[in-house]
């Protein structure tokens, strides 16, 4: 071997060590985020971005360096990709800056899912101490809870929220919808595991910890998020036999407790009860009724580009849109004016519709499609962590239901770090090949 050969080499060969270097010091620190990235989304939308981006932008840097590319061959990436790549294009049509902006930021949620599956989740450790940091939070939440219930107050001080919501750890009612995002995957495999014990105190210590969780959802208040835990703990009893039997007793606490508000909480009653029976009686002139139409006008008037991202939001006030809908039964004086806007249509599925359109709608549907095919392969093993995360992502996603905006924070980083957690757990239980 000539001189040359041999220093081009041995230049080779120690840039490689110096790149392998470099990425290993990578992984700690996108692990790092990911675990302090929860706590964030508590009580920093701003940090949680931050955590957020850095572990998508960490990935990027760890695929250059180490010139592995093939996370972004992975079939939901694709998707995501594609509808990313459609919002952009939808917004820069439609003209407005500020949607292009809100649409090109959005693809950070999805490399930090990636992120999440392929790389920092992949070890098992990191996924153990994900699931510590959710187990924690959950029981600081239902604390929190609690002490507002009993005492007025929680530990800062903030009173009930004024139309009686307990908020929990927060200043601002937020409470059932972090709960939520916290239920299954914190309490559903501590709950199973306390089953699959032989000694009786520790079974009906795993029933009486999911009557708590229970309880403790309902004496919050919010009625999506209750809804939404019930369609989950159904979910759950499917897909799990030795859950059923818990399931069905915390399904009876919960009436009971229900049942019992009048008296030992009547703002939540007046809340759970009264008032959403009376939205359901008169929903198509409700105030999500009222922005249930004028998302479908917007619809109507723009199919196939939608508006661009945020279009709901820009062009909610735009007078072209003061329409009712003859088979609902509204008229165009129950939809007129401001009646129909918000920030956001409250539902996943109608944001992706008036942003993208027909077409981004199809795309979302396809990517939603894809990651429950991937979700679901554990579920044979009646393993309780790929079903809780199953479970967790359905209640996200579940397309009758009202929620808020799909790519904010903080309920962007539930959904996108659950998604990546369960399809780690779903990459990590396929067979070797």
């Known amino acids: 071997m000539s001189g040359s050969t041999f220093e081009r080499s041995a230049g080779v060969a120690a840039g490689s060590r110096h790149r392998g270097r470099l990425a290993a010091t990578l992984l700690p620190a996108a692990t790092t985020a990911t675990l302090v990235l929860p706590v964030a989304l508590f009580y920093s939308r701003a940090l949680a971005d931050v955590l957020l981006s850095a572990v998508a932008v960490l990935f990027l840097l760890r695929a250059c360096i180490e010139r592995d590319f093939a996370p972004f061959r992975t079939g939901w990436f694709r998707l995501a990709a594609a509808l990313w790549i459609w919002l952009v294009a939808v917004s820069a049509q439609a003209g407005s800056l500020p949607s292009v902006e809100q ?68 200043a601002t009612p937020r409470a059932g919808s972090a709960f939520l995002a916290l239920f299954f995957p914190a309490l559903l495999p501590l709950v199973m595991a306390g089953l699959a014990r032989q000694e009786i105190l520790a ?16 004496l919050i ?60 009686r008169h929903f198509p002139t409700s105030n999500y009724g009222q922005i249930f139409v004028r998302a479908l006008v917007m619809l109507g008037a723009h199919p196939w580009l939608g508006l661009g991202a945020d279009g709901f939001r820009y062009g909610c006030a735009d007078p072209q849109y003061f329409h009712g809908i003859v088979w609902l039964g509204v008229d165009d004086a129950d939809n007129g004016g401001l009646l129909g806007c918000n920030l956001h249509p409250h539902n996943y599925y109608l944001e ?38 199953f479970v967790a992502v359905l209640v996200h996603l579940w397309p009758l239901a009202s929620t808020t905006a799909l790519v904010v924070l903080p309920t962007a980083g539930w959904i996108f770090v659950t998604i990546g957690w369960g399809l780690a757990e779903e990459r990590a239980s396929a067979p070797a090949t």
């Not at 079974?203 to 309902?218: D, K």
């Not at 979302?364 to 079903?387: E, I, K, Q, Y």
Request: hydrophobic share 65%; net charge positive.
């Open 352 to 389: 992706l519709a008036t942003d993208g359109g027909i077409p981004g709608l199809v795309l979302f549907v396809a990517l939603v499609v894809a990651w429950f095919r991937r979700l679901a392969r554990p579920l044979a093993s009646a393993a309780a962590m790929p079903a809780a995360l």
């Open 221 to 280: 208040g919010q009625r999506m998020p209750a809804l939404l835990m019930l369609l989950g703990l159904v979910a759950a009893g499917l897909l799990l036999r030795r859950f059923r039997l818990p399931i069905l007793l915390a399904l009876v606490a919960g009436v009971l407790v229900l049942a019992a508000t009048p008296v030992i909480s009547p703002p939540t009653f007046q809340k759970l009860v009264l008032h959403f029976a009376e939205q359901m």
């Open 203 to 218: 079974r009906v210590g795993a029933i009486a910890l999911l009557m708590l969780g229970v309880a403790t959802m309902l």
């Open 103 to 170: 649409a090109l930021v959005i693809v950070r949620l999805i490399l930090c899912a990636l992120a999440l599956e392929h790389w920092v989740l992949a070890p098992a450790p990191a996924r153990r101490w994900l699931f510590r940091v959710f187990v924690v939070l959950a029981a600081w939440l239902i604390i929190e809870c609690w002490q507002q219930y009993l005492f007025g107050v929680n530990v800062a001080g903030w009173p009930r929220w004024g139309d009686g919501a307990l908020t929990g750890p927060f």
